[in-house]
Nanobody, 123 residues
Framework: QVQLAESGGGLVQPGGSLRLSCAASGSIFRIFTSNVMGWYRQAPGKERELVAA???????NYAEFVKGRFTISRDNAKNTVYLQMNSLKAEDTAVYYC??????????????WGQGTQVTVSS
């Protein structure tokens, strides 16, 4: 089994920045065979949506609404994925969830999920 622990969420003003982190722990085999780590978000009353994904080799995929503002990265030695969020907007307010699973950056299965971290963008 794999556990994912998100951190870095909080309250920020529009135009501000936050850096989310997600560390995977547990089964080394499951982590090793899971090629993709990613971030989803869910706002109240809305469906959960993909924000960004990254493969072990560093190939990335971004939702159109975050391109040019967010950057996903990972440290394979630490089994950790990051999401640098710049130029934040009120509509970015949501619970952000980390996930891990097999596949490519554009087509993967989220086998493991974190509990989520709240991001609130408000004046």
């Amino acid at each position: 089994q794999v556990q994912l622990a998100e951190s870095g969420g909080g309250l920020v003003q529009p135009g501000g920045s936050l850096r989310l982190s997600c560390a995977a722990s547990g089964s080394i085999f499951r982590i090793f065979t899971s090629n993709v780590m990613g971030w989803y978000r869910q706002a109240p009353g809305k469906e959960r949506e993909l924000v960004a994904a990254i493969t072990r080799g560093g190939d990335t995929n971004y939702a159109e609404f975050v391109k040019g503002r967010f950057t996903i990265s990972r440290d394979n030695a630490k089994n950790t994925v990051y999401l640098q969020m710049n130029s934040l907007k009120a509509e970015d307010t949501a619970v952000y969830y980390c996930c891990l699973g097999p596949g490519s950056q554009r087509s993967f299965t989220s086998q493991y999920w974190g509990q989520g971290t709240q991001v609130t963008v408000s004046s």
